[in-house]
């Protein structure tokens, strides 16, 4: 993933520029998940992704990325991320990862949830199959608000990564992708600077008033070791292990943290960790 360059602080009018952008990611995924069942095809919720933020005054930002001329990347069971939406009909019991993302009056938003398909699953599918998918998104859902909830308090961007580890390997053996980050996010999708999901060495820029990143954990039931297919953009697991993918984009501000792409600011993410957003001022 290939980074802008520029300066990694907003001012705080640049950041309540955010907040709408924001708040469209957000609806174009409350729009595909209530749309999410068995029979549906990607290609049809990315429609509908599309048609929530074009309504909305927004423009699908993944659409400006050269080379790709859809709204969201829909990325099933071993799939990673950046699956391309199309006739692939969900069935229940799969594990399907939804990224979105607006851009309004120039600012973008990036957000993705997993979902694990509702209804009777194919009797090939065993139970425990889709119990262990919804434990996986759980888990990795989980460790983006462990992520969320240490930047809140954190000294340096890098702490965010081992918190994310910390939470993950607390929760059993699952694999953390390394060759894909999380990211500043601003003018542009995905700017500097780049954001770990586990540990690193070095502190990474200070935490400060006017950061604003995507923090977005990839996780997988089995190694981390990827490969992209003929398509030139779906990542796949090489083991062929399920995978899961949540991303918020959160801001600092001078009076806290607010998730810019969850509806309540990240409220009921962050409650269970005793941390209360606060949403920028003006």
Avoid at 125 to 151: C, F, K, M, N, Y
Wanted: charged share 20%.
């Amino acid at each position: 993933m290939a980074f802008r360059k520029q300066g990694i602080y907003k001012t705080p009018d640049e950041i309540r520029r955010m907040l709408e952008p924001g708040l469209l990611t957000a609806a174009s995924l409350d729009a595909v998940a209530a749309a999410i069942r068995p029979g549906v095809t990607t290609g049809e919720l990315d429609a509908l992704a599309e048609k929530t933020i074009r309504d909305g005054g927004g423009v699908p930002n993944f659409q400006l990325v050269p080379g790709y001329r859809h709204t969201v990347c829909a990325s099933v069971n071993a799939d990673v991320v950046h699956g391309i939406p199309g006739d692939r009909v969900l069935r229940a019991g799969d594990l399907v990862s939804i990224d979105s993302g607006a851009e309004v009056g120039g600012w973008n938003g990036d957000s993705a949830r997993s979902f694990v398909v509702a209804g009777p699953a194919d009797p090939a599918l065993p139970a425990a199959v889709v119990e262990a998918r919804r434990r996986l998104s759980d888990v990795t859902e989980q460790s983006l608000w462990h992520g969320i909830a240490a930047l809140a308090s954190a000294r340096h961007l890098n702490e965010v990564g081992a918190a994310v580890e910390e939470y993950i390997e607390s929760q059993g053996d699952y694999g953390i992708l390394e060759d894909y980050v999380g990211h500043g996010i601003g003018r542009t999708m995905h700017e500097e600077p780049p954001v770990f999901n586990y540990r690193v060495r070095g502190n990474g820029p200070a935490v400060k008033p006017g950061l604003v990143v995507a923090i977005e954990p990839m996780v997988t039931a089995g190694g981390i070791d990827t490969v992209t297919q003929d398509d030139d953009w779906t990542v796949t697991t090489a083991d062929g292990s399920d995978s899961a993918h949540w991303e918020h984009s959160v801001a600092v501000h001078a009076d806290g943290i607010w998730v810019l792409t969850a509806a309540d600011g990240g409220a009921s993410g962050l409650a269970p960790m005793g941390i209360r957003p606060v949403r920028p001022a003006g």
